[in-house]
């Protein structure tokens, strides 16, 4: 009885993440368009972004780099955990660069942005937390 709680939590950690990093990958995705003049009219709002190519292509490198870790968790691949903690690292850096240049005066700043580098922090910083512990190191260890 026990193994089979073991196996669930395992499973459940590992889709969790992976589900997880599917929906931040589409987020840098998004952003990278948004970097590359599109321009996006809902009916309260438009959303567009000053058209940036050196972020279009951190963005887009983080959005690879998280669905590369989607893959491994959600296939439960023998290097789970080190792909999934790479993925995040690797987006990690690329929100603290974009942060990094904006403080610098590098590029125009929108609230959008501010916004999104804020909460993508705290939700990589997350991730990244998790898998770290000792529940999230044994859960992603081999849920194979």
């Given amino acids: 009885m026990v193994e089979q709680h073991n196996i669930h939590s395992r499973t459940s ?3 969790a993440v992976g589900v997880l990093s599917v929906i931040y990958a589409v987020t840098f995705f998004f952003g990278a368009l948004l970097h590359l003049g599109l321009r996006i009219s809902l009916r309260f709002a438009v959303l567009a972004e ?3 190519l050196p972020a279009a292509i951190v963005e887009s490198l983080c959005g ?4 590369f870790g989607a893959f491994a968790l959600l296939t439960r691949t023998n290097w789970t955990w080190t792909a ?3 993925a995040h690292a690797i987006a990690l850096g690329g929100v603290l660069l974009g942060m990094g240049a ?5 590029g125009p700043s929108t609230d959008l942005n501010t916004i999104y580098h804020r909460v993508m922090l705290v939700g990589l910083v997350a991730v990244l937390a998790l898998l770290l512990s000792p529940p999230g190191r044994t859960a992603l260890r081999r849920a194979a």
């Fill in 13 to 15: 950690v590992a889709t």
């Fill in 84 to 86: 999934a903690f790479t």
């Fill in 102 to 106: 904006l403080a610098a005066g590098a």
């Fill in 50 to 52: 000053p058209t940036i």
């Fill in 64 to 67: 690879l780099a998280l669905l």
